[in-house]
């Protein structure tokens, strides 16, 4: 196999279960290690919320006054959500992109079709299962992450939301989010094949090049989508201050969403809190890819290992424990038996092993075990016996 047929494709034969194991490690954490930061974003995000106070556009100093003000905890408050929403998330995420890319490539390289194309409708598919889980826990995170929050706890916040709003308040955000995610994710995943095509050309594990291809990949989908992400917080936020404003119990719909943040904002409060989230989206993105590529790795050098280790105890040891038993050559049994014995081990290119006698050499032994390519020798197995292939 090439580099890229090695490492690109997850090692063949590897159970769906692992596959998920590796994506929801990657999104857990990739979400709570970056969640103080993206505590500051929502923050920044925030319209008409009195007790904000930030008066710097710096995400270290706005962290600082949230631990100074409201305690060290308080900026990872609702950090349990995530965590639970994160991993079957991103686990359906990146099973579902591996899946689509591996169909499709093979039809692309027949139409011609650009594999950037491929990596954009792969990574958008995803993002419809990846949001179907993620969006319920982006309300409650986003909630007990704004300033004024009234609610003592991730749990207790679910149990709030809805039992006043009902469920459909988790997925009031989620047109949005697809709006927004869709893009992202398209963008997102093009650029990061597009910068492994630069920084890692022969596809093979690259710890620096996974990290620097994916904090470019964040970067520039942060860019893009931002207003979107306003929007968004403000469906999940339904902040108590600007639902006073416009006299009304609820924002619904993007549209409303995107005329609320106008009219409280201008055109500025589309892009509220970018730097915060360009700051969040870059070192999580890099986390994500690298936690998975490593991943991706791993399973593959251990899938190879055991399929080593399988295929030698099923041939070499086995055979020598037979014939040092008194089942094979050299024991004294008879040439009928040694013949039936080599003869019923095919080779691949379908003769059998033959034994015959010569002087004063060594033995070897081939064998090819189902369609694995592997060549082991055993030699002084019969100091007077050389084997050969027939056809």
Known sequence: MSGEDVYEALPEGTSVGVTLAAGAMAGVMEHCVMYPVDCVKTRMQALACDKNAFRSTSILRNLAFIIKEEGLFRPIAGVQAMGLGAGPAHALYFHCYETMKLKLTPIARDSMVP???????????ATIFHDGVMCPAEVVKQRMQMCCS???????????VYKQEGWRAFYRSYPTSLSMN???????????????????????YNPAAHAVSGAAAGAVA??????????????????????????????????SAFRTVW???????????????IFYQMPATAISWSVYEFFKHYLTQWTASGADHHQQEDTIKDLQARVEGGGGVGKGGDSSSDSKFWDSIVTDRGGVLRAETQQEVYSEL??????HDLISEMRTFQPNTVFRTTE
């Open 115 to 125: 594999e950037t194309v491929i990596h954009g409708v792969a990574g958008a598919t």
């Open 182 to 204: 869709i893009p992202f994710q398209a963008s997102h995943f093009m650029v990061y094949e597009f910068a492994q095509s630069l920084t890692n050309p022969d596809q093979q």
């Open 263 to 277: 009219r409280l904002a201008g055109p500025a409060g589309l892009f509220k809190g970018l730097r915060a989230r």
């Open 150 to 160: 009234p609610y003592k706890g991730a749990l207790n916040c679910a149990v709030s």
């Open 222 to 255: 942060a860019l893009i989508t931002m207003p979107l992400d306003v929007c968004k917080t403000l469906l999940n936020t339904q902040e108590a201050n600007v639902l006073v404003r416009l006299n009304t119990n609820k924002v619904v719909g993007l549209s």
């Open 366 to 371: 081939v064998v090819s075990h189902h369609h």
